[in-house]
């Protein structure tokens, strides 16, 4: 079934999940891109990783791509798995709420599914299934996959994801800090009940966020704010927040991505992402800053693509 020699190779963007008031809800396609290629070989599995967490992760099945590899599969009634040689390089951080897992799997799902047989190849849908159930909601997964601004929910039927494009003028800007908060930790810290007054405002903010992404970037700032998440998660990143509020203080719709700690301001065009890197210039310096925190500052892009993925034909055998 699997031809030896067969070659996969995949570039997928990085995200942010909740984007300010869409908890669980929102994501949003990051131009910061792990690559990746699988090839099939006669046995075992081989690996070259490099880049951002690549001495930590392991080099055995339990290797978060080889797992995903292996769903895939099996949603396609496939249970052997081929020898594979997996090469990585990682630029998404790890444990910073930008989405690694999220990369991670659906560059798996597609590798494998690119390497299965026409006729065995699950569709559009069902790549989403796979992979919003081995990280548990779709908000990350979707938008690596789709690019821009995707809304997802679940109901009878699964997962359900329906990606917009954003306004060019929404600029992204991430301050990342040295330290990681496992997103297990931030959700522990959600309480079971919110007050309906806040649940009301998180409501109205959503709908207008939708709309400042896609025509009306200037209300970025009222758009991006939140209360059903980033307050109860503060005292699990104290700097984090700090800057998110010294940045909205400043006027830049500032908020923590996805689970934290990074920071992402949505910049209204050019001059508010200079305007955001001089603040951060000036709030958290080169070098370790207070706390003993260093940061690095990148001005990234919207992917409106999601994952890209080439495929190469069986090697010729010499």
């Known amino acids: 079934m699997f031809e030896i020699g067969q070659r996969v190779e995949l570039s997928v963007p990085g995200s942010t999940g909740n984007v300010g008031p869409g908890y669980d809800s929102l994501g949003l396609a990051l131009g910061h891109y792990d690559d990746l290629a699988v090839t099939v070989t006669e046995a075992g599995l081989e690996f070259e990783l490099h880049g951002e967490g690549s001495q930590a992760v392991p080099r055995t099945a339990e290797h978060l791509v080889v797992r995903a590899m292996r769903a895939a599969f099996r949603a396609a009634g496939v249970e052997h798995l081929p020898g594979l040689r997996l090469e990585a390089t990682n630029r998404i951080p790890h444990g910073r709420g930008m989405g690694s897992s999220a990369s991670a799997v659906v560059a798996g799902v597609l590798a494998a599914n690119a390497l299965l047989p026409a006729g065995r190849a699950l569709d559009d849908r069902q790549l989403l299934q796979v992979a ?5 909601h779709p908000d990350n997964v979707a938008p690596s996959l789709y ?4 809304i997802s929910w679940s109901g009878p039927e699964g997962y359900r994801s329906a990606p917009v494009t954003v306004h060019e003028d929404v600029m992204p800007v991430v301050a990342i800090p040295d330290y990681e908060v496992p997103t297990r930790l931030a959700r522990s810290l ?5 007050p309906h007054h ?4 998180n409501a109205g903010r959503t709908a207008l966020l939708v709309e400042a ?3 009306r970037p200037e209300l970025l700032l009222p758009a991006t704010e939140d209360r059903l998440h980033q307050p109860y998660r503060a005292s699990a990143m104290p700097p984090s927040a700090r800057l998110m509020a010294d940045l ?5 719709p500032a908020m923590i991505s996805g689970a934290g700690p990074t920071v992402l301001v949505l910049a209204a065009g050019a001059a508010q992402a200079e305007a955001t890197e001089g603040a ?3 709030l958290v310096p080169a070098g370790a800053g207070a706390a003993g925190v ?3 500052v990148l001005r990234l892009r919207v992917d409106g693509q999601g994952a890209k993925l080439e495929k190469h034909p069986q090697k010729i055998q010499g």
Do not use: Q
């Open 198 to 201: 806040d649940a009301s405002v």
């Open 147 to 150: 690019g821009g601004l995707v």
């Open 248 to 252: 909205r203080e400043r006027g830049l």
């Open 190 to 194: 959600l309480p079971a009940t919110v």
């Open 280 to 282: 951060l210039a000036e």
């Open 132 to 136: 919003a159930a081995m990280e548990g």
């Open 294 to 296: 260093s940061w690095r």
């Open 213 to 215: 992404l896609t025509r």
